[in-house]
Structure formats: C-alpha cells, structure tokens
C-alpha cells in the first residue's frame, strides 16, 4: 500500500475482527497511516498486537470480546474513544461464512448468523454515530455473495444484502450530521480461513475464471479501498456499495 492519507493521521479508528484475516490487513494499514487504531475479536490476538507494535514502533488497542454481545461490542468502541479521542472512522469487517444446506438450517442457526452477520453491524454503528467526530466515515463490509447468489450460504449472504440495506438507509438518515456511510464487498479474498476451510485447488481454478484479473485476492487488496473511504478522498461519497473483486461483478 504506497498511498498516502493524510487525513488519517492520528485519525481515531474501530475495526471488528480487526486481529486477523482482512481485519488485520486493515488494523496495519490503517496504522501506516499514523492512525489510532483500536480492535475487538474474540480470539487472543496478544502476539498480533506485539508484532505491530515492532513492526511499526506502535500498538493497536485490543479488546477481546464477542461482537454479538452487544454490550461487550458498544463498550470496546467505547474504550477505543477513551483511549484515542472521537470516533473519526468505524469499520465492520468480523463475519462467519457458514456453509448449510438450506433444507438443514434451524431457527437457531439462522439467529446465530444473523447476530454476527448483521445485528452485530448494526448495533456498531450505533454506538459509532454516539461518539464520533464531526464528518465520521463508517465502512461496512459486505460480500458479493449476495451480487451473484451463492448457494449453500443462505444465512451468510442474506445478512449481506442487508448491509447493503443498512448502509444505504444509515447514510440517508446520518448524512445531515457530517457521517457518511458506504459498503465494500469483497470477492473471495483468500485468507488463512478460507484456504483452510473452504479452497479447494477445483474451487480456487473454478472461481478465478469468474475473475476479470487472473490473480487470487489477497487480505491486503482489501486495504486500499477502505482508506480511500475512510478518507477525505471520498469526501462526497456516501450509501454506495463498492465490489473489489477483480471483475466479477461488474462482468458477469
């Protein structure tokens, strides 16, 4: 990531999932920006936070927690305020891509993905509306999932659609107190989740032929775009959706 935001020096951000996969492709990014960048997961991210901290000559909040417990999430964003100032960015990135049979899925499971999927975005922006600083950026991530109707991830790509709902009805109603609210949907970015979990050497030749650039996406690739919304840069830009997906998309 060569670009420069200048905005975004000791600019206050919130990151979800914030200690691996994108998430921590985020939380470095925006730290070689000169942010404050605070995070919550749910799982131990000590030696992520002290890697940054040699890397960069600076640490990243942590807060474990779990995001679908909405008091434990409002209060992380909270911590992150007292530690680093007025929200000035929030980005939603923790999610859980599932995969069901549609005919297998029970109440449970369906509450279950829609409290981290989506309830849990909701209830962030919330809180991040309440403390942030004049002309705040929110970024939730979506999926193009719901673009190209995946099969198998009913819960997951539902909840995505949603976001894209959300966002848009989030940037009509905030947009008058100087919040902007827009959306990125990745395509299948190849994190150390998904090569464990989901790839396939079939499904990865598979996917990239759907691809307008012939190379996997990577958790960095997702960096770019985020600081351009989370920036000045995008100063006038708000309720849009962006796909960075190399091509699927936009082709078809």
């Known amino acids: ?12 951000v919130f990151i979800t999932g914030g200690g691996s996969g994108i998430g921590a492709a985020l939380t470095e990014g925006f730290l070689m920006q000169g942010a404050k960048v605070a995070f919550i997961g749910r799982s131990d991210a000590s030696a992520f936070v002290a890697r940054m901290q040699e890397e960069h000559g600076k640490a990243p909040l942590f807060v474990q927690g779990d995001i679908t417990d909405t008091k434990a999430l409002q209060s992380a964003i909270e911590q992150a305020v007292a530690a680093h100032g007025a929200l000035d960015v929030l980005v939603n990135n923790a999610a859980n891509d599932m995969r069901y049979d549609a005919r297998d899925i029970t109440p449970d499971i369906w509450d279950a993905q829609q409290a981290i999927n989506f309830k849990a975005y909701f209830f962030a922006c ?9 002309k705040g950026s929110i970024i939730n991530y979506s999926s193009i999932t719901y673009m190209i109707g995946s099969a198998g991830m009913a819960p997951y790509v539902s909840a ?10 989030l940037a009509r109603e905030w947009g008058p107190q100087g919040i902007r609210v827009n959306a990125i949907a990745p395509g299948w970015v190849m994190t150390d989740k998904q090569e464990t979990m989901w790839a396939t050497p079939t499904s990865k030749a598979a996917f990239l032929q759907k691809q307008c650039l012939q190379e996997f996406i990577q958790p960095e690739d997702m960096v770019g775009g985020t600081l351009f919304l989370a920036s000045s840069a995008s100063a006038m830009m708000t309720g849009q959706t962006i796909a960075i997906d190399a091509g699927v998309v936009g082709t078809g």
């Open 1 to 12: 990531m060569n670009a420069t935001f200048h905005d975004l020096n000791d600019a206050s």
């Open 126 to 134: 919330q809180k991040a509306a309440e403390v942030m600083a004049a």
């Open 160 to 169: 995505n659609a949603g976001i894209m709902g959300l966002t848009r009805a």
